[in-house]
């Protein structure tokens, strides 16, 4: 009996010894992941699904990367990864632009979302079934000139006048309200505005901005870093983007699964809303024939070529301008 304690003891001390030989060759492998920020346009949504997927599923974790996910502070997301505080960030191809022509040292290095999803909104009842409609109507306006171009090339290019459209200086954060209230029309993303409409129960118009003019099939969301960090980190950003990349592939084929782990990011979201926008996006992600993140040069080139046309810019913006598929996997 006392030889049989003994080795019971010697048991309990061994296991005890390897759990805690466990626990420091975790805790060794946890410092030695490399630190990343990547900060995000706006509080969490669906656009940025894929980044939790990757964070919850370990792939950033086999990539040796420990990331940290942030909102954006005052100087928002491009000023911020261009000075170098973020490693990452997420940017828009129209917004980029102002940054490009700056000089700012930043590019896109995947798409988000492959095609653009953005559109102008309206109530069903107010008939702006096509962008000649607008006129006489009130459309909310951040009163950027390259908005107001877009705005006046659909409008004009459908036959209307577009001096007609009343531009109301607003930045709308409640698209419901808004619309029920002293806005008729307002720019939105269709998989999360057009959704909450709809379950709201307001029955609405959709123009999509792709399907008005295919130049304006451009990239938003996009992923972006800076020069620096491309240039002396390349091996760390091309980690980071194949791991989130497995994100966002995760969240296509299983968009249900992809929401929980969001919401339980997020907490604060509309679980019913996060649930139908997931289920649209997970077909917006990956573009046919390619990998995630894949960025068509020719319609890249078609927007950044039609903005030049307009004269808003004081340079020209060159063929290839701002982003690189260096990094996404054939």
């Known amino acids: 009996m006392k030889r049989m304690t003994k080795l019971l003891c010697a048991c309990m001390v061994f296991i005890l010894c390897a759990c805690q030989q466990q626990k420091v060759e975790e805790t060794k492998k946890e410092e ?85 999803t953005s559109g102008i909104l309206s109530l069903k009842e107010t008939g702006i079934d096509s ?7 009130r459309y909310a306006t951040w009163g950027l000139p390259l ?25 709308v954060t409640d698209i419901v309200s808004a619309l029920k209230t002293n806005i008729d029309a307002v720019w939105v993303f269709e998989g999360w505005d057009s959704i909450a409409a709809k379950q709201h129960g307001v029955d609405t118009n959709y123009l999509a901005f792709n399907q008005l003019n295919p130049v304006f099939d451009y990239y938003t969301p996009v992923l972006i870093s800076n020069d620096e960090t491309i240039k002396n980190k390349a091996d760390m950003v091309k980690r980071f983007v194949q791991a989130l990349s497995k994100g966002y592939t995760y969240s296509a084929e ?77």
Do not use: C
């Open 131 to 137: 962008p000649k409609k607008l006129e006489g109507k």
């Open 32 to 116: 030695a992941l490399e630190k990343v920020t990547i900060v995000l346009d706006w509080t969490p949504n669906t656009n940025h699904t894929g980044i939790y997927v990757a964070k919850e599923k370990g792939y950033f974790k086999d990539a040796g990367l420990d990331v940290d996910i942030v909102q954006p502070g005052e100087d928002g997301a491009e000023i911020t990864v261009a000075s170098n505080k973020a490693a990452f960030g997420i940017g828009f191809q129209d917004s980029l632009i102002g940054s490009l022509v700056e000089g700012l040292p930043i590019k896109a290095i995947a798409a988000i979302v492959s095609h653009n």
């Open 254 to 330: 299983h968009p249900d699964d992809a929401a929980t782990i969001l919401l339980k990011a997020a907490p604060e979201l509309d679980e019913k809303l996060v649930k139908e926008s997931q289920k649209f996006l997970s077909t917006k992600y990956i573009d046919n024939g390619h990998k995630w993140g894949y960025i068509d040069s020719k319609r890249w080139n078609a927007f950044y070529q039609w903005v030049n046309e307009q004269k808003l810019l004081e340079k020209t913006l060159e063929n290839n301008t701002g982003f690189t598929n260096a990094f996404i996997e054939n």
């Open 147 to 171: 908005e107001q171009a877009m705005m006046k090339h659909i409008v004009e290019k459908d036959g209307g006048d577009s001096s007609k459209v009343n531009m109301i200086p607003t930045t």
